[in-house]
C-alpha cells in the first residue's frame, strides 16, 4: 500500500499560480502511474493529470492542458502539479492517487484502476 499526502492548496484570485505537492511513502516502488484528480461540489471527481513514474510520461486533461505542469521527484518520492492561469471553474479539492497496473493515454484518465489516493487539499479561485 502507498502513503500519499497531499499539500499547497490555498485560496487565490483569478490568474494566480498555485504548486501542490503529493509525498508518497510505503511501497512506492510498486507504482506504474500517479496521477491528479479533483472534485468541485456536486460534481464527480475528475482526471486532471497523470504521470508514468518511471518514464515520466505525462498526460493531461483538455481543460488543463497549457496552464498545468504534472512532475515528479524520484529522489524524494514527491508529484507535483503546477497550476498556472488559474480560473475559478479550477475551484475544486484535488487529490493525488497513484496505481500499479499499467496505463498509457486515455487509460491513465481512469480513477477507478487508481489504487491509493491522499485525503485531498482544497484550492479556491476567487473571481
Known amino acids: 500500500q502507498v502513503q500519499l499526502v497531499e499539500s499547497g492548496g490555498g485560496l487565490v484570485q483569478t490568474g494566480d499560480s498555485l504548486r501542490l505537492s503529493c509525498a508518497a511513502s510505503?511501497?512506492?516502488?510498486?507504482?506504474?502511474?500517479m496521477g491528479w484528480f479533483r472534485q468541485a461540489p456536486g460534481k464527480e471527481r475528475e482526471f486532471v493529470a497523470a504521470i508514468r513514474w518511471s518514464a515520466g510520461i505525462t498526460y493531461y486533461a483538455d481543460s488543463v492542458k497549457g496552464r498545468f505542469t504534472i512532475s515528479r521527484d524520484n529522489t524524494k518520492n514527491t508529484m507535483y502539479l503546477q497550476m498556472n492561469s488559474l480560473k475559478p471553474e479550477d475551484t475544486a479539492v484535488y487529490y493525488c492517487?497513484?496505481?500499479?497496473?499499467?496505463?498509457?493515454?486515455?487509460?491513465?484518465?481512469?480513477?477507478?484502476?487508481?489504487?491509493?489516493w491522499g485525503q485531498g487539499t482544497q484550492v479556491t479561485v476567487s473571481s
Open positions: 492517487a497513484a496505481r500499479r497496473s499499467y496505463c498509457a493515454g486515455g487509460g491513465c484518465y481512469d480513477k477507478n484502476s487508481y489504487d491509493s
Open positions: 510505503g511501497r512506492t516502488f510498486s507504482s506504474y502511474a
